[in-house]
């Protein structure tokens, strides 16, 4: 019998389709296994390469399969999608699968540890305490306006205006508008306090890592932003350069080419999307504080800003970032503003 060079495995949620290829790249078997009957074959197989498609679960068995001494290679999913040269099913998936786990220039997902893992969880539920929080803000603004009651823009404003209004007898609110606002408050003071328990706990996590407190010296890093980086690219050892890294974010220009004709667009916003929102309200804050100091780093965003403009400028200082976050990792070194900026002659 030939021997396995490669298995591809396509996860499911109720079965698994997975197929084994030879040295020579022909197809020795593609079938669907029950996840009992899958857990049995893993355990049987001998230590090859594994590759799977990245999504749910394929870290967890990624995990699972590097224990049992295989080398595991996670495909994105736009490079499976692009092997696949027939109508799309299990048994084809696999064959894209295979297809892509052996091109030269894939950039493989390196599989998650569980302390990545857990802080991508509580970064998930820290982004749907905060989207579901400015939801309920929203609605007691817009429903206090159709009684004629208004609120400043923050939402610390509306915090301690709300129960002023509430109180307040000569307004116009119904006895029904107060009693349902009065629940709203109370709703959104109970996604506060568990917005800010989330918090810690990605904090105490994130702390135990020595590469946090590195990220933190980064101006733009913060606490929400240093676990998230950590949490999506670990100590970003699987990129080869910093360009690399900031291209993973989708913070590079997109790149239109021919003929010697070098044409550059937008950014590509490849990545994760949650990631380099972050990244760039981390830059927005810089920017908007380099007026007020004259070292290197705000002289250097203030002449970006002259010449491209502040949105721009916002964009190109994210994109610095994400070089400076995977330098800080690979090297194991703090921020060095005068390495990271060329100094500009002071105005």
Not at 33 to 46: H, I, N
Not at 274 to 303: E, F, Y
């Amino acid at each position: 019998m030939s021997k396995i060079k490669l298995v591809a495995i396509d996860l499911a949620k109720r079965c698994y389709q997975i197929g084994a290829l030879d040295e020579h790249g022909k197809i020795l078997y593609n079938r669907k296994l029950s996840p009992t009957k899958f857990a049995e074959a893993l355990q049987q197989l001998e230590p090859t390469i594994v590759a799977m498609e990245a999504c749910s679960a394929a870290h967890y068995w990624g995990r699972r399969l590097i224990a049992l001494g295989h080398e595991v290679r996670l495909v994105p999913p736009q490079h499976a999608k692009a092997f696949r040269r027939v109508h799309k099913s299990d048994a084809h998936d696999v064959v894209s699968i295979a297809e892509a786990a052996q091109r030269p220039n894939v950039h493989f997902v390196p599989v998650k540890s569980i302390a990545q893992q857990d802080l991508q969880l509580l970064g998930r539920i820290r982004e749907r305490l905060v989207a579901q929080r400015t939801a309920v803000i929203n609605q007691i603004r817009g429903l206090a306006r159709e009684y004629g009651v208004n609120f400043a823009k923050s939402r610390e404003a509306l915090l301690e205006q709300l129960p002023v209004a509430l109180a307040d007898a000569q307004n116009d609110l119904s006895p029904i508008a107060r009693e349902e606002l009065r629940n709203l408050l109370q709703e959104v003071r109970c996604i506060t306090e568990e917005h800010v328990e989330i918090m810690k706990r990605i904090t105490a996590l994130a702390s135990e890592d020595p590469a946090y407190d590195r990220l933190r010296t980064i101006p733009g890093i913060g606490p929400t932003i240093a676990p998230a980086l950590l949490a999506s690219i670990g100590h970003a050892q699987q990129f080869a350069s910093a360009r690399q890294c900031s291209a993973w974010a989708g913070l590079v220009p997109r790149q239109n080419s021919t003929g010697g004709r070098v044409q550059l667009g937008s950014i590509t916003k490849n990545g994760d999307r949650s990631l380099r929102v972050l990244l760039i309200h981390g830059a927005r804050t810089v920017v908007r504080w380099a007026d007020k100091h004259s070292h290197p780093q705000s002289r250097w965003i203030k002449d970006l800003v002259a010449r491209r403009g502040k949105n721009k400028a916002i964009v190109a200082l994210a994109n610095k970032i994400m070089r400076i976050v995977w330098v800080v990792l690979t090297q194991g070194v703090e921020y060095d503003m005068h390495k990271a900026f060329r100094a500009q002659p002071a105005s």
